[in-house]
């Protein structure tokens, strides 16, 4: 358990660290912007990229190959019962969220460009226009991971999406409203007893992750889309707020 953990927070935070030079915002990504300009470090995030996913499938293969040995050597099922035990520590490894941003990322890069991506963006594909959306991964030997990109509340492909701590993806507003706080304060603003929707975890609300690098999949491939549920939100932040004001308001005055 301890050696699952520690992989699945290497994994998390390399991750992290990587896309957040892709996605970075303010006078960071003007800075970037300009380090662009002299070098050029599209190649290198590439090979980062695949690195990571070449880790993290490996490790839990062979993972999963132990497991299944271990139960057929000693006839028993402990390698099932630690299988299970690891998804409800949400530490099994084909099952992060990170690994759905990685897939983004890779699917991004190759957007932006096409040439010389392929070797990234080969490990994962998607199809926005099936019900549900899915995303997938391809694995040695043939095997497969298929992500469901739609939110389980609103029942529509997720926008401006956010994973709980429990692996759940939901749109921010449908979190929110879920946790009964505004859009504007965020799903970490939430109770630490708020539950998934889903699942019905409590406590997954302080550790979600927000998956800008799938929200800026979804504005690429499905523009309109995109822009239908970013003109929606935004009107139902400014009413939200104009609630709120009204409410500190009139605590004010009482």
């Given at each position: 358990m301890?050696?699952?953990s520690?992989?699945?927070?290497?994994?998390s935070?390399?991750?992290?660290?990587?896309?957040?030079?892709h996605?970075a915002?303010?006078?960071?990504?003007?800075?970037?912007?300009?380090?662009?300009?002299?070098?050029?470090?599209q190649?290198?995030?590439?090979?980062?990229?695949?690195?990571?996913?070449?880790y993290?499938?490996?490790?839990?293969?062979?993972?999963?190959?132990?497991?299944?040995?271990?139960?057929?050597?000693?006839?028993?099922?402990?390698?099932?019962?630690?299988k299970?035990?690891m998804?409800?520590?949400?530490?099994?490894?084909?099952?992060?969220p990170?690994?759905i941003?990685?897939?983004?990322?890779?699917?991004?890069?190759?957007?932006?460009?096409g040439?010389?991506?392929?070797?990234?963006?080969?490990?994962?594909?998607?199809?926005?226009?099936m019900?549900?959306?899915?995303?997938?991964?391809?694995?040695?030997d043939?095997?497969?991971?298929e992500?469901?990109?739609?939110?389980?509340?609103?029942?529509?492909?997720?926008f401006?999406?956010?994973a709980?701590?429990?692996?759940?993806?939901?749109c921010?507003?449908c979190?929110?409203?879920?946790?009964?706080?505004?859009?504007?304060?965020g799903?970490?603003?939430?109770?630490?007893d708020?539950?998934?929707?889903?699942?019905?975890?409590?406590?997954?609300?302080?550790?979600?992750?927000?998956?800008?690098?799938?929200?800026?999949?979804?504005?690429?491939?499905?523009?309109?889309?995109?822009?239908?549920?970013?003109?929606?939100?935004?009107?139902?932040?400014?009413?939200?707020?104009?609630?709120?004001?009204?409410?500190?308001?009139?605590?004010?005055?009482?």
């Amino acid at each position: 358990m301890k050696e699952v953990s520690d992989i699945a927070l290497c994994f998390s935070l390399r991750v992290r660290h990587l896309l957040h030079l892709h996605v970075a915002t303010g006078m960071q990504r003007y800075l970037l912007w300009l380090r662009q300009c002299f070098m050029n470090d599209q190649q290198a995030m590439v090979e980062k990229g695949r690195t990571l996913i070449e880790y993290v499938t490996m490790n839990a293969i062979a993972i999963r190959k132990i497991l299944k040995k271990y139960d057929k050597v000693h006839s028993s099922e402990n390698g099932k019962i630690f299988k299970s035990k690891m998804r409800a520590e949400h530490i099994e490894l084909l099952q992060s969220p990170w690994l759905i941003e990685l897939g983004a990322f890779s699917l991004n890069l190759h957007g932006s460009d096409g040439e010389g991506l392929n070797e990234l963006s080969g490990h994962f594909s998607c199809d926005l226009d099936m019900t549900p959306p899915i995303m997938t991964l391809m694995l040695p030997d043939s095997l497969k991971m298929e992500y469901d990109l739609t939110c389980a509340v609103c029942l529509e492909t997720v926008f401006n999406p956010y994973a709980l701590s429990c692996g759940h993806l939901f749109c921010k507003s449908c979190a929110c409203s879920a946790a009964s706080v505004f859009i504007f304060q965020g799903p970490k603003s939430a109770a630490l007893d708020a539950k998934c929707p889903i699942c019905r975890e409590a406590g997954v609300y302080a550790k979600a992750v927000h998956m800008l690098e799938l929200d800026l999949l979804l504005k690429i491939r499905c523009k309109d889309y995109w822009k239908e549920r970013y003109t929606a939100e935004r009107a139902e932040i400014l009413k939200q707020s104009k609630e709120f004001w009204d409410l500190q308001a009139k605590y004010a005055v009482y």
